[in-house]
């Protein structure tokens, strides 16, 4: 029951954060709305998309890019996650939440489960948007991604945890979101097929292949369609566990960062 109360204590805090910055909920779907409506009717006659799973035919290119705007926003949302929790750290909340006879390893993971419902509710919110524009995916794709839309949420928002463990001060927070997300956005499969950028640039491609977001939008791309990419799933499965392992370590009072810097409870 102390579980479960602590759970539902964090989420609701979490979901209160998020009603009431709505700036936040605004500018996760301004920034993939921009890529759908202008971006998209740009590139339509450049980029050609020829018929590659999980389609079955030729698909305009906003068919094409919608699962990476998805998981652009999730990625935004986990980093946005994580300044909160610099924010929180240094204002002396986080301490106060540390300092709960709960282990610490269940506090963060319940944090974790919280931002994650906040993204995929940011997803169907844009895929709502996106229906009424005309871009719509099977009825049953809207259902059978759920379960991708809350993994790479966990994956995603668990790395955002441990980065946040990595910065003292909040003004250095800007920064290394910009070092973290335009790299993990622009060299993976969000924008355009891998094998486009494997016929201009096999060294792109092969940082693409590293790129764990790029297996996060297959496995969503793949979901929508209610097929599974058993490659996407395994990589973000697995790199859902060291993020959350490194992050659950990282805020370990005796031997994370957060202990060197100073930061950790007393």
């Known amino acids: ?38 971006f998209a009717a740009g590139f339509r006659q450049i980029l050609g998309v020829s018929i590659i799973p999980p389609y079955e035919t ?41 300092v709960s006879p709960l282990p610490r390893w269940y506090l963060l993971i319940s944090k974790l489960v919280a931002s994650t419902t906040v993204s995929v509710l940011q997803v169907y919110a844009f895929l709502l948007v996106a229906y009424l524009w005309g871009v719509e995916a099977p009825p049953w794709g809207y259902v059978t991604v759920l379960p991708a839309l809350v993994l ?3 994956m995603l928002g668990a790395l955002g945890m441990l980065l946040s463990s990595m910065i003292r001060q909040l ?26 950028v494997q016929q201009s640039s096999p060294v792109v491609y092969a940082i693409c292949r590293l790129n764990p977001f790029t297996y996060a939008i297959e496995l969503t791309r793949f979901a929508l369609y209610g097929t599974v990419n058993w490659l996407a799933l395994a990589v973000v499965a697995v790199m859902t566990v060291l993020f959350v392992a490194g992050a659950v370590l990282a805020y370990d009072p005796a031997r994370g960062l957060i202990a060197r810097r100073g930061g950790g409870a007393p």
């Open 1 to 38: 029951m102390q579980y479960l109360i602590c759970l539902r204590g964090i989420m609701w805090r979490e979901m209160l954060r998020f009603v009431h910055q709505r700036e936040r909920f605004v500018s996760a779907l301004v920034r993939p709305l921009v890529w759908l409506f202008i």
């Open 152 to 154: 790479s949420g966990l």
């Open 171 to 196: 003004e250095n927070f800007a920064g290394v979101m910009n070092f973290v997300i335009f790299p993990m956005f622009f060299a993976s499969s969000a924008l355009y097929p891998l094998w486009l």
């Open 58 to 98: 030729y698909v305009l290119y906003e068919v094409y890019v919608t699962p990476g705007l998805i998981a652009m926003i999730q990625l935004f949302n986990g980093m946005q996650s994580s300044l909160s929790m610099v924010y929180d750290r240094e204002m002396g909340n986080m301490r106060m939440l540390l």
